[in-house]
């Protein structure tokens, strides 16, 4: 019987430096979102209104795309930092288009109904923008220099994510509009 | 007194009591002091009782801080204290008038991520009357496919050291636990996991307290040295239509001694209000007994028990819940997104023993 | 077949099984909003699930399977 556990450990240790094995092959990594340099992905989508924000609209702005759900805690947090950081940086030409992922429309609108804001919310409850981006986390956010180019990615929210935005922001505002990566 | 023939050691000391609650203090305060309270920190408060038909009464109360120090790191110290009457009956025929008894513990518990990987690193000290129980864990999983498979893996050491109550003996008792899981979303209202775990304990296994008839003596029990145990549990969690969330869990359990087990679990959740969670859960659980299990025993066995968990038989447990979110802080008092949870069991054995235990707990995000 | 060739035959089978769902459709992660809920964690309440390993450990000869062990008790 000692043998027998003996050979159950050993098959369990081997499913398992198996298993790591064959899920570590890059085969089965997550696939890249989009990355910084690229070109930001077009984005058009609806406002609670009815009206359509286009990031195309928003050329020679630093915008922050921000892909959140209401389900998801840490998009909970981020949302009235992203809303402040709209309230310090929109004189001087920042933007934030907050992409909403909630399948059911209801309940974004019980979370936005509670928190007064001044960001533009737009609404894709079947994710296309979302798997034109890539995520691969909630939330994720993509931050676009004036040229349309993306330049910050991140995954996640915490408090560290936070100061990098400002640290981000500010030196993405400090470069000039225009240049050759004008769309 | 058939105890084997050991080497006695010298009984355990109980100096390191005040020493680690001394510890724990200074841990818990030096947590909440540790910067602001970045990061998510939970406060547990839980409050158990327990009582059963062979009089036993216990009441454990439990409190466990959770603080995240970096979205990489965390740290977990819980402590709890029970606090036994063990007036059952194997202690009631020497101390007719009760025995009280109390079992406190420690347990930390340090997570990090590293790459892709989680880590978690912990221990947990254990003293009551008669029993010191001391245990180190280490697991690590890792998330794969967006999150959608989860491999986890762990390694557990116990040291267990039950005193030979009336005498001073120590004996010790040597548990190595190793433990495998992969864990899959299958849709998006699915997930399936499958786990293996085997546990092989050596050292003194027989209870002190627990006697059985040899040739009409009352004796206490005899057991083998090594147990070898293995467990292969499924478990499913199911979203379904109209907030209400299913659970099922299957364990299918054996050892060398030849005690084998099947244990069945459904249970089913639903939010009547979003601040409102009821659910109801249903455990089958059945065993066979030890191969040297009998009620009594005559001639020269080798091996004899008095050791009422390695008999057959089986059970079922019957419990609801209640988790209540309010959306205004609690008394004024509690911050916002304190939940309380309120929870009884009723366990029924088809040895005739039944169970009732009650749970009242506070969650609260700091 | 030996119960220990049973059991073999299960892990295994049960291990193919896990591969085999590795290989599932994949949920996107903006697709988890059931998935996210309290409910579906396994042990999301850590302490009740270890107040019943412990009084189960102290009325039934069978343990583990849901996570890596902790210590004994001596109840009685």
Redesign the interface.
């Given at each position: 019987m000692q043998t027998?556990s003996r050979?159950?450990t050993a098959?369990?240790l081997a499913?398992v430096a198996l298993?790591f094995g064959?899920?570590a092959s890059p085969a089965?990594l997550d696939v890249r979102g989009a990355v910084a340099g690229q070109q930001a992905p077009a984005l058009r989508l609806p406002t609670a209104e009815g009206t359509y924000l286009s990031l195309a609209d928003q050329k020679g702005n630093v915008v922050l795309v921000d892909?959140w759900?209401s389900?998801?805690?840490p998009c909970r947090h981020a949302f009235p930092a992203i809303d402040q950081l709209f309230v310090d940086f929109r004189s001087r030409g920042f933007r934030v288009i907050a992409v909403n992922?909630?399948?059911?429309r209801q309940?974004a609108v019980d979370f936005l109904v509670a928190r007064p804001h001044g960001i533009d919310v737009v609404f894709d409850p079947r994710?296309d923008s979302?798997?034109a981006y890539g995520?691969?986390?909630?939330p994720?956010s993509y931050l676009i220099g004036r040229d349309g180019t993306i330049r910050y990615a991140h995954a996640g929210y915490t408090d560290k994510v936070l100061d990098a935005y400002r640290l981000e922001i500010e030196r993405l505002l400090s470069e000039p509009a225009g240049g050759e990566h004008m769309r | 007194m058939q105890v084997g023939e050991r080497e006695p050691a010298p009984a355990p000391r109980n100096r390191w009591r005040p020493l680690a609650l001394a510890g724990v203090c200074v841990t818990a305060i030096a947590l909440v002091a540790a910067g602001s309270l970045r990061g998510e920190n939970i406060l547990?408060i839980?409050f158990?009782t327990?009582q059963d038909s062979r009089g036993?009464t216990v009441l454990?109360p439990?409190v466990?801080l959770d603080k995240d120090f970096t979205e990489r790191s965390g740290l977990k110290v819980k402590f709890g204290v029970?606090a036994i009457t063990?007036a059952?009956d194997?202690?009631a025929r020497c101390h007719p008038d009760g025995a009280n008894?109390q079992?406190t513990f420690v347990?930390v518990d340090y997570r990090r991520k590293i790459g892709d990987y989680k880590l978690d690193v912990g221990g947990?000290i254990?003293r009551?009357?008669?029993?010191a129980?001391?245990?180190a864990?280490?697991?690590i999983s890792r998330d794969?496919?967006?999150?959608?498979?989860t491999i986890a893996g762990?390694?557990?050491f116990?040291?267990?050291q039950?005193q030979l109550h009336p005498t001073q003996s120590v004996e010790n008792?040597y548990?190595h636990?190793l433990?495998f899981s992969?864990?899959?979303?299958?849709?998006?209202?699915t997930?399936?996991?499958?786990?293996?775990?085997y546990?092989r304990v050596s050292g003194y296994q027989s209870?002190p307290?627990?006697r059985t008839r040899v040739n009409d003596i009352m004796v206490v029990g005899n057991t083998p040295d090594l147990r070898s145990?293995?467990?292969?549990?499924?478990?499913l969690?199911q979203?379904l239509p109209g907030d209400t969330?299913l659970?099922a869990d299957y364990?299918?359990?054996?050892d060398t001694w030849s005690?084998?087990?099947n244990?069945f679990s459904l249970g089913v959740?639903h939010y009547f209000k979003p601040s409102l969670?009821v659910?109801f859960t249903y455990r089958w659980?059945g065993?066979t007994g030890?191969d040297f299990y009998q009620p009594s025993y005559t001639g020269n066995p080798i091996y004899y028990t008095g050791d009422?968990?390695?008999q057959p038989f089986n059970?079922a447990t019957y419990t609801g819940h209640v988790v209540y979110t309010p959306a205004h802080r609690l008394l004024d008092l509690l911050p916002d997104k304190t939940a309380i949870?309120l929870?009884y069991?009723r366990?029924q054995?088809s040895t005739q023993?039944a169970?009732s235990?009650f749970?009242l707990?506070l969650r609260i995000p700091l | 077949m030996t119960?220990?060739g049973r059991?073999?035959l299960?892990?295994?089978a049960?291990?193919a099984?896990?591969?085999w769902?590795?290989g599932?459709?994949?949920?996107?992660?903006?697709?988890?909003?059931?998935?996210?809920?309290p409910?579906?964690?396994?042990d999301y309440?850590g302490?009740?699930a270890d107040?019943?390993s412990h009084?189960q450990s102290?009325?039934?000869?069978?343990?583990?399977?849901?996570?890596?062990?902790?210590?004994?008790?001596?109840c009685?």
């Open positions: 027998l050979v159950f098959t369990g499913a298993l064959l899920t089965a892909f759900a389900w998801c805690t992922l909630d399948e059911k309940d994710g979302a798997r995520l691969t986390g909630m994720s | 547990n839980q158990h327990f036993v454990e439990i466990d029970d063990a059952s194997s202690c008894s079992r347990n947990q254990s009551e009357n008669f029993y129980a001391d245990t864990m280490v697991s794969l496919n967006k999150g959608n498979t762990g390694y557990s116990s040291l267990n039950p008792q548990a636990d433990f992969v864990t899959q979303t299958l849709t998006k209202n997930i399936l996991q499958l786990a293996y775990d546990n209870s307290f627990l145990r293995q467990a292969v549990v499924v478990r969690r979203a969330y659970q364990r299918r359990y054996f005690l084998a087990s244990t959740e969670l659910g659980y065993q030890a009422f968990r390695l059970s949870d929870q069991d366990y054995a023993f169970s235990m749970t707990g | 119960r220990t059991m073999v299960l892990t295994l049960a291990l099984v896990a591969m769902t590795a599932c459709a994949t949920v996107q992660p903006w697709e988890r909003a059931r998935l996210a809920n409910c579906m964690v396994f309440n302490g009740q107040f019943a009084w102290a009325r039934e000869g069978s343990s583990g399977g849901f996570g890596v062990q902790g210590g004994g008790c001596g009685k």
